[in-house]
C-alpha cells in the first residue's frame, strides 16, 4: 500500500531550516555574537533552497523565500543592536575608589621666612 496511493510531499528540509535559524536570529537579538552567525546560516540555507528549485521543479519556493526574509530582518535588527551608538549619554562617570586630592601635582610648601 506504499506504492501509488501514498501522497507525495515536497521537500522542505532548506527552507524550514532558513525558517527556523531566522526565528533564532530574531529570539537572540540581544546576544549579536550569536544571532549574526546564525542569522547568515539561515540566509544561506534559503538561498540554497532557493536555488534548489532552479534544479528540481517539485520544491517548495514559499519556505525558502520566507526564510530568506525573515533571516534578513534579523540581520537588521541584530546588526542594528551591534552597532548602535552609545554616546547620548556622554561619558560615564570616573570611579570615585580613586581620591581626587591624589590626582594633584604636588606643590612643595613655601620655603621659611627668615
Same mark, same amino acid.
Given at each position: ?23 533564532? #536570529?530574531?529570539?537572540? *537579538?540581544?546576544?549579536?555574537?550569536? +544571532?549574526?552567525?546564525? &542569522? ?8 540554497? #533552497?532557493? +536555488? &534548489? ?26 546588526? #542594528?543592536?551591534?552597532?548602535?551608538? #552609545?554616546? *547620548? ?21 613655601? +620655603?621659611?621666612?627668615?
Amino acid at each position: 500500500m506504499a506504492g501509488p496511493l501514498r501522497r507525495q510531499l515536497p521537500p522542505v528540509g532548506w527552507g524550514l531550516a532558513s525558517v527556523v535559524l531566522g526565528a533564532i #536570529g530574531l529570539l537572540l *537579538f540581544v546576544v549579536p555574537i550569536l +544571532a549574526i552567525p546564525i &542569522s547568515l546560516c539561515g540566509a544561506l540555507l534559503g538561498l540554497i #533552497g532557493a +536555488a &534548489s528549485k532552479a534544479a528540481r521543479a517539485h520544491v517548495d519556493l514559499r519556505l525558502s523565500l520566507a526564510g530568506m526574509a525573515l533571516c534578513c530582518l534579523a540581520l537588521l535588527i541584530d546588526l #542594528g543592536v551591534n552597532y548602535a551608538p #552609545g554616546g *547620548f549619554l556622554g561619558r560615564p562617570a570616573e570611579s570615585q575608589i580613586v581620591d581626587p586630592a591624589a590626582r594633584q601635582r604636588y606643590v612643595p610648601p613655601p +620655603a621659611a621666612f627668615r
